[in-house]
C-alpha cells in the first residue's frame, strides 16, 4: 500500500527535484521491516525450534525481505518465561511459545492451549478457524498487549516415562513425577508428589531417582533426552495434552501498524506452520518410537480404562474450579467444551472408527 | 525482486526523461501477474469449493495484488476434469482438484491422494512435508506438466449411505453402489454394482431406487445433498477414503517463472488451506452429524471387524495390481507404505489411543 503510495508520489512535481542517488533508498528503508521474534525454545530445538525457525523465515521469503523476521532463542533477548512482557511491551515485535506459559497472567490462556481430555490437534483448528475460537483467543490476549495466532501443534502427547511399573492408581501415590499444567494438578489429587523442574535438569533428576516418572512430549522431542537409559515404562495415553497448541503472539501495535499484506503474510504462514510443525512432530516420533521399543527395550504401557475413568473425573473437577475462577476462563472453556462433544460424535465416525479397522489383522502388501 | 531493480532504475538518467503522469505504470504492471484458477468444484461448495477460493484469495491478499488470482468454478473455461490439461498446457496457470482425477493420466496420482486403509490426513502430511512425499508428488505431476502443492485434506470420509441394512458382506452382492475410486474397484469385487454417476444426479438415483448406497464425503459436504430422505443407514469407519488429499497443480513454466517471493507466497498459502480446509470439514460436520441423527432419523452403523478384515485384505489385493502395473505408482505406494507402518504404531501410542480414553464414562463437566 506505501510503495504504491510512494510511487504515486513520484507521478508529482517531486520527481526532478530530489536527487537521483539518494531518493529511492529513504522510501525503500521506510517500507522494510527487521522484527525480532523472541522464542521460548532453544534454538533449533527439535519440533518445537525448528517451527519457529520455519515460521520465521517463511515471513522473510514471503515478503522479499520487506518483513525481515530473525529469530531469537531463549534467553539470548529474555528469559523463555518473560518472552510475553517483552512482546507486550514492545521491546521485541513478535513470540513463539505454549499459550499455558502465561496462566499467571491470563488464567485462559492455559484453556487456549487445550484441555486435558480436551480436542485433538484437527478439532482444534475446526474450533480456532470455524467455531469462533480465533476470536475467543484474541479476546485473551488482548490483556496481554498482544495478537494471538495459532501456529503450531504437538498431536497427542505421552503421559511420560516411569522407573516404576503402574498397576494400580494407588502406584502412582508417593509417585515423584515432573509433570506441568492441568495434567499435573490431576495427579497431585491422585496422590503423586508433583516436582517442578527445569527441562534442562530432568534427564539427571530421573537418572539419580530424584524423580520417578518425566513428562515430556513425543518420541521425536524425546530423541536427545534420553529417558529411556533410567526408565523403561513409557505410558499412554496422553490424557493430559492431547494436542497442545503453540502460538505467536505479536505486540499490538506492531500488528495493527502492518499493511494488509504483511498481516495476511504472517497470518498464513502462521496457519503454514501450524500443519508443517505438526508434520515434523508426527513423522520423525514413527521412527524414534520404533527406535525405543526395538533398540532400547523401551516398554510401552496403557493406563487402563479405569485408570483413566478416575483420572478423567478428576480433570472434571479440576476444570470447573478454574473455570469457576475466572470468567474469560469460563467464556473459553464452554466454547470449546460444546465444539468438544460434538466432536466426541464425529470423531468416533471418522479418524477414531477409522483407526479401529485399520488396526485389524489382515494381509497386506509389503 | 523486479520491483527493487525497477526503482534502481530510477535512480540512473531517465528519472527525468520519463513523463511524470505516465513513468510508474508499466513497470508497475510487468510485476503485476493476473492468475487463473480453474477448479473441479462448484463455486462455493461447502468446503471444497470454499477452501479453493479461501486459497485464491489468500495468494491475492499476501501479494498485494502483485499476484491476483481470480477463481473459476468448473465448467466456467473448462469442463471439471479437463483441469489438469488446460493447467498443464498452460492454457490458464493453476488448478484445484483432487490428485485421483488424474489416475487415467497418470496412474500414481491415485495413490498421491492416499489409498484405502491408508494414511489419515495428519500421517500423509507428516509423509509429505518431512517423508519423501513432496518430492515424489512432484515426480509424480511432472509428466502432467505441472507443480504440485497440497491444499486440502478432507479427513476421514464416511463410507456411504445405503437404503438397505447390511448384515453380512453378502448383503452387498448386487448392491447398486455409486462409489468412485479403489473402493469402488473393491466393492466390485465383494459383489457389488458399481455405477458412475455425476454429482448432480446422485440424490435423484437413491431416490428413484437406481442405485442402493451413494458415497459422497462427509457430513457437511453432505448437508445439502438429501441423502437421509432416501437412505436411513450411515456407514462406517471410511475405510476406503482415510484423509483424501486436495491439491493445487501450477503449470509448470508459470511457476518456475515466479519471484522466490511469490514462489513462498504460493506454497504458505497452499499449506495454510491445506489446514483451513480440513478444519472446515471437521468443524461444520459436528453438528451436520448430529442434525442428521436427531432430526432426521439417521442411523450410523459400523462394519463389523469381520466385513472389514476381508475388505482390507481385497483393498490390498487391488493395491498390489495397480503397484505391480506402474514403476511410478510402485515408487510413491512403497515411500508411503512403509511411513504408514511407522504411523500405525505411532498413532496407536498418540491419536488412536486417545480416542479411547476419552470415550471412556466419566463425569465431566456440562
Known amino acids: ?32 521491516r527487521k522484527w525480532r521474534l523472541v522464542t521460548t525454545w532453544p534454538k533449533n530445538l527439535p519440533g518445537l525450534g525448528t517451527g519457529a525457525q520455519y515460521f520465521a523465515d517463511a515471513i522473510t521469503k514471503c515478503s522479499g525481505g520487506r518483513l525481515s523476521v530473525q529469530l531469537h532463542a531463549s534467553g539470548e533477548i529474555v528469559p523463555a518465561f518473560e518472552s510475553i512482557d517483552a512482546v507486550g511491551s514492545g521491546t521485541v515485535e513478535m513470540g513463539h511459545g505454549a499459550p499455558y506459559y502465561w496462566k499467571g497472567k491470563a488464567p485462559a490462556s492455559q484453556f487456549v492451549s487445550n484441555f486435558p481430555f480436551g480436542l485433538t490437534a484437527q478439532e482444534y483448528n475446526g474450533w480456532y478457524h470455524f467455531g469462533g475460537g480465533a476470536a475467543l483467543c484474541d479476546e485473551v490476549y488482548e490483556g496481554l498487549g498482544c495478537k494471538f495466532l495459532v501456529c503450531g501443534n504437538t498431536g497427542v502427547q505421552h503421559p511420560g516415562w516411569s522407573r516404576k511399573e503402574i498397576n494400580t492408581l494407588a502406584d502412582f501415590k508417593g509417585l515423584k513425577m515432573r509433570m506441568p499444567g492441568i495434567g499435573a494438578e490431576v495427579m497431585r489429587r491422585i496422590g503423586a508428589t508433583v516436582v517442578n523442574l527445569p527441562g534442562s535438569e530432568v534427564a539427571a533428576a530421573l537418572a539419580s531417582g530424584t524423580i520417578d516418572w518425566v513428562e515430556w512430549n513425543n518420541p521425536y522431542g524425546e530423541a536427545s533426552m534420553g529417558f529411556w537409559r533410567h526408565a523403561k515404562y513409557y505410558y499412554i495415553p496422553g490424557w493430559h495434552e492431547s494436542g497442545t497448541v503453540l502460538e505467536t503472539f505479536i505486540n499490538r501495535k506492531a500488528w495493527d501498524g502492518l499493511e494488509d499484506d504483511l498481516k495476511a503474510i504472517v497470518t498464513n504462514c502462521a496457519y503454514a506452520t501450524n500443519v508443517v510443525m505438526l508434520s515434523e512432530f508426527q513423522a520423525r516420533s514413527g521412527p524414534v518410537l520404533q527406535q525405543f521399543i526395538n533398540k532400547h527395550g523401551v516398554q510401552v504401557r496403557r493406563l487402563s480404562d479405569e485408570q483413566l475413568v478416575t483420572i478423567g473425573e478428576v480433570c472434571g473437577e479440576v476444570i470447573s474450579e478454574f473455570v469457576a475462577a475466572d470468567p474469560l476462563t469460563k467464556k473459553v472453556f464452554e466454547s470449546m467444551n460444546k465444539f468438544r462433544t460434538e466432536q466426541i460424535a464425529y470423531s468416533g465416525t471418522t479418524e477414531q472408527d477409522f483407526f479401529r479397522a485399520r488396526s485389524l489383522k489382515y494381509k497386506w502388501p509389503a
Chains 1, 2 share one sequence.
Open 1 to 32: 500500500m506505501k510503495r504504491r503510495t510512494f510511487l504515486k508520489g513520484t507521478t508529482a512535481a517531486g520527481v526532478v527535484a530530489t536527487a537521483a542517488s539518494t531518493f529511492p533508498t529513504p522510501a525503500l528503508s521506510q517500507n522494510r
